[in-house]
């Protein structure tokens, strides 16, 4: 350690993410001058083993104000870390850890532990003079992630006008990251064009995708093959869709209910209906097919299709290393979502990353549906080399700030720039 590295302060304050609530942003200073800042985003729909943000509660702001979280960074967060080194993440991140002392983050609030955390990667990566990519991965982070980018918004995201939280496209086509982008653009804007001439078109969702009005959930994905074909492009070859079933919002015991459609499933039935749209659409990837107190249903969905679908293990995995371990000895899941809010530290997912990959598990770096300007995820996914991210739409700046940071990154690597591509979806493509 040296003392320029050492962190001479550190101040929160509260801003407003992208949908008008309030969040956490912490900036570390260090004795060098270097200054690092970082916001942390909140998520809509939520695993019950998800570290606790704090929240105020009350009337003011819905309850949601982070006074206290702000105030615990300021008072004992900050006088716990005055003096260590900004550039040792994990001694730094056991410290907050430690600090807090609870087992799911409620004492402190994992949104306050996350904003510190993230700020002083940044403040990090300043002092020695790099960017967080090549920081948090060396030389070697040349991996430019595929995207996962939403079109239609649907669940907790789009008032529940349809069950299906997220119907994303990636383009295991593409030759680079920029290419993908410019194929989901076009994607995209048909979209929104198809439901306009349609007169089923009422804004976007949280994250940004059309809030279309469907009769059914398939009928979305059919949509979404016609606004891929409009956009000239080749579906399951070019552009393949993805899913976040996001299960948990409507099943609970294995029962499941489709308020759309007004059908009631148990897990084999909702398995029975997934498999079906694996057979009938170019899908790729599948998060949350069932609830996530449903391991059991998990581990034959996987079992059924795992060989050529990606599974993708978000409220039933929250980020955890020791729910990744577990899912591998069950056979449920072959993906994790890596949403560092659901663990409170930067360290405790790179953890669960790291167990993933042992394990052979793919991974996907995430943004919440509240969110920010804040580029963090970014950062992670290309240094962690994780090869892939899902932000959001292709709309709204708190997700464009992330899809053209990516960019920047790919045009200032160069030559050395990789594009994760179709590999990482394993055997389903061709």
């Given at each position: 350690?040296?003392?320029?590295?050492?962190?001479?302060?550190?101040?929160?304050r509260?801003?407003?993410?992208?949908?008008g609530?309030?969040t956490?942003?912490?900036?570390v200073?260090?004795?060098?001058?270097?200054?690092?800042?970082a916001i942390v985003?909140?998520?809509?729909?939520?695993?019950?083993?998800?570290?606790?943000?704090?929240?105020?509660?009350?009337?003011?702001?819905?309850?949601?104000d982070?006074?206290?979280a702000?105030?615990?960074?300021?008072?004992?967060?900050?006088?716990?870390v005055?003096?260590m080194?900004?550039?040792?993440?994990?001694e730094?991140?056991?410290?907050l850890?430690?600090?807090?002392?609870?087992?799911?983050?409620?004492?402190?609030?994992a949104?306050?532990l996350?904003?510190?955390?993230?700020?002083?990667?940044?403040?990090?990566?300043?002092?020695?003079?790099?960017p967080?990519?090549q920081?948090?991965?060396?030389?070697?982070?040349?991996?430019?992630p595929?995207?996962?980018?939403?079109i239609?918004?649907?669940?907790?995201?789009a008032?529940r006008?349809?069950?299906i939280q997220?119907?994303?496209?990636?383009?295991?086509g593409?030759?680079?990251?920029?290419?993908?982008?410019?194929?989901t653009?076009?994607?995209?804007?048909?979209?929104?064009?198809?439901?306009?001439?349609?007169?089923?078109?009422?804004?976007?969702a949280?994250?940004?995708?059309?809030?279309?009005?469907?009769?059914?959930?398939?009928?979305?994905?059919?949509?979404?093959?016609?606004?891929?074909?409009?956009a000239?492009?080749?579906?399951?070859?070019?552009?393949?869709i993805?899913?976040?079933?996001?299960?948990?919002?409507?099943?609970?015991?294995g029962?499941y209910?489709?308020?759309?459609e007004?059908?009631q499933f148990?897990?084999?039935?909702?398995?029975?209906?997934?498999?079906?749209?694996?057979?009938?659409?170019?899908?790729?990837?599948?998060?949350d097919?069932?609830?996530e107190?449903?391991?059991?249903?998990?581990?034959?969905f996987?079992?059924?299709?795992?060989?050529?679908v990606?599974?993708?293990?978000d409220?039933?995995?929250?980020s955890?290393?020791?729910?990744?371990?577990?899912?591998?000895?069950?056979?449920?899941?072959?993906?994790v979502?890596?949403?560092?809010?659901?663990?409170?530290?930067?360290?405790?997912?790179?953890?669960?990353?790291?167990?993933?990959?042992e394990?052979?598990?793919?991974?996907i770096?995430?943004?919440?549906?509240?969110?920010?300007?804040?580029?963090?995820i970014?950062?992670?996914?290309?240094?962690?080399?994780?090869?892939?991210?899902?932000?959001?739409a292709?709309?709204?700046?708190?997700?464009?700030?992330?899809?053209?940071?990516?960019?920047?990154i790919?045009?200032r690597?160069g030559?050395?720039?990789r594009?994760?591509g179709a590999?990482?979806?394993?055997?389903?493509?061709?």
């Amino acid at each position: 350690m040296t003392n320029e590295s050492q962190i001479s302060d550190v101040h929160a304050r509260r801003v407003w993410d992208s949908r008008g609530r309030p969040t956490v942003e912490a900036e570390v200073s260090l004795r060098s001058g270097a200054l690092g800042r970082a916001i942390v985003p909140a998520g809509a729909s939520k695993g019950r083993r998800e570290a606790l943000e704090l929240r105020d509660g009350g009337e003011r702001h819905g309850g949601l104000d982070v006074g206290r979280a702000v105030a615990n960074v300021n008072g004992e967060i900050r006088r716990a870390v005055l003096g260590m080194a900004a550039d040792d993440q994990e001694e730094l991140d056991e410290h907050l850890i430690a600090l807090d002392g609870s087992p799911n983050r409620d004492r402190l609030g994992a949104n306050a532990l996350l904003a510190v955390s993230m700020a002083a990667a940044h403040a990090a990566a300043s002092i020695h003079g790099v960017p967080l990519y090549q920081y948090l991965g060396g030389v070697g982070a040349t991996l430019l992630p595929m995207p996962q980018i939403q079109i239609f918004g649907g669940g907790a995201h789009a008032g529940r006008r349809v069950d299906i939280q997220d119907f994303m496209v990636v383009c295991p086509g593409a030759a680079s990251f920029a290419q993908a982008l410019e194929w989901t653009a076009e994607v995209y804007r048909h979209a929104g064009r198809l439901m306009a001439d349609r007169g089923s078109q009422f804004g976007v969702a949280d994250e940004g995708g059309w809030w279309p009005a469907f009769d059914t959930n398939e009928d979305a994905l059919a949509a979404l093959v016609a606004a891929i074909e409009r956009a000239g492009l080749v579906p399951g070859e070019q552009v393949a869709i993805a899913l976040d079933i996001a299960a948990s919002e409507f099943g609970r015991n294995g029962r499941y209910t489709l308020g759309l459609e007004q059908r009631q499933f148990d897990s084999d039935g909702l398995i029975e209906l997934l498999l079906r749209w694996c057979d009938k659409f170019p899908i790729v990837s599948i998060e949350d097919p069932l609830a996530e107190d449903d391991g059991e249903g998990f581990a034959r969905f996987t079992a059924a299709i795992g060989d050529r679908v990606q599974v993708v293990g978000d409220d039933f995995l929250v980020s955890s290393a020791a729910l990744v371990r577990e899912s591998a000895v069950a056979g449920a899941a072959n993906t994790v979502l890596l949403k560092p809010n659901q663990r409170g530290t930067l360290t405790e997912t790179l953890r669960c990353w790291e167990a993933a990959r042992e394990l052979g598990f793919g991974g996907i770096v995430s943004a919440r549906s509240g969110e920010s300007e804040d580029t963090t995820i970014v950062h992670l996914a290309i240094g962690w080399q994780v090869g892939q991210l899902k932000v959001g739409a292709f709309a709204r700046g708190e997700r464009m700030a992330k899809w053209n940071e990516a960019l920047r990154i790919e045009e200032r690597l160069g030559a050395r720039a990789r594009f994760a591509g179709a590999g990482v979806f394993g055997r389903n493509i061709a």
